[in-house]
T-cell receptor
Framework: ETGVTQSPTHLIKTRGQQVTLRCSSQSGHNTVSWYQQALGQGPQFIFQYYREEENGRGNFPPRFSGLQFPNYSSELNVNALELDDSALYLCASSSDRGEWYEQYFGPGTRLTVT | KQEVTQIPAALSVPEGENLVLNCSFTDSAIYNLQWFRQDPGKGLTSLLL?????REQTSGRLNASLDKSSGRSTLYIAASQPGDSATYLC??????????FGKGTKLTVNP
């Protein structure tokens, strides 16, 4: 069983640029959630995708957008990058089958905005 | 709005000590509670998941309890080792199916 993978591992961008982060969900999972973790803080929920549709969004501006593909992999896009967007971005996959709703996390993408 | 608090923020103990990490949450309407471990600059490793109908879960030297009515959970680590040094995060899953995290407890186990 393949776990959750994310790419790239690290990324350095300049303020105002755009970035795309990618996530492959665990086999058999149809739900992907994205979280932002600033240094010294707990992860904050950005949004969730279920069967290619957005299924809930946290308190993040519209320049944070996403996609989920038919194979349930997902992208997080951030436009007009700001210095405060520097963080670890975590993706988690889960399944709507069963009652556990356990989320499995990938290794994260470290984004630095200069 | 769900809020999760973890106490203490940091903890330093000698090797071999038993220790307890605390987590509290404001809204008892949760599906489950998860404890995670995070090493510096790394992703999250799930340690234990407790369903809302359960009182505790155990895995090796780890034991997590849940008191949903009082909005509290504890993670008990027995016979701590230097390899246990990491940040421990508590998160609750509510009706919105998003995890709400605490800020974590940074644990250092000294040899």
């Amino acid at each position: 069983e393949t776990g959750v993978t994310q790419s790239p591992t690290h990324l350095i961008k300049t303020r105002g640029q755009q970035v795309t982060l990618r996530c492959s969900s665990q086999s058999g999972h149809n739900t992907v959630s994205w979280y932002q973790q600033a240094l010294g803080q707990g992860p904050q929920f950005i949004f969730q995708y279920y069967r290619e549709e957005e299924n809930g969004r946290g308190n993040f501006p519209p320049r944070f957008s996403g996609l989920q593909f038919p194979n349930y992999s997902s992208e997080l896009n951030v436009n007009a990058l700001e210095l405060d967007d520097s963080a670890l971005y975590l993706c988690a996959s889960s399944s709507d089958r069963g009652e556990w709703y356990e989320q499995y996390f990938g290794p994260g993408t470290r984004l630095t905005v200069t | 709005k769900q809020e999760v608090t973890q106490i203490p923020a940091a903890l330093s103990v000698p090797e071999g000590e038993n220790l307890v990490l605390n987590c509290s949450f404001t809204d008892s309407a949760i599906y489950n509670l998860q404890w995670f471990r995070q090493d510096p600059g790394k992703g999250l490793t799930s340690l234990l998941l407790i369903q809302s109908s359960q009182r505790e879960q155990t895995s090796g030297r780890l034991n997590a309890s849940l008191d949903k009515s009082s909005g509290r959970s504890t993670l008990y680590i027995a016979a701590s080792q230097p390899g246990d040094s990491a940040t421990y995060l508590c998160a609750v899953l509510g009706g919105s199916e998003k995890l709400v995290f605490g800020k974590g407890t940074k644990l250092t186990v000294n040899p």
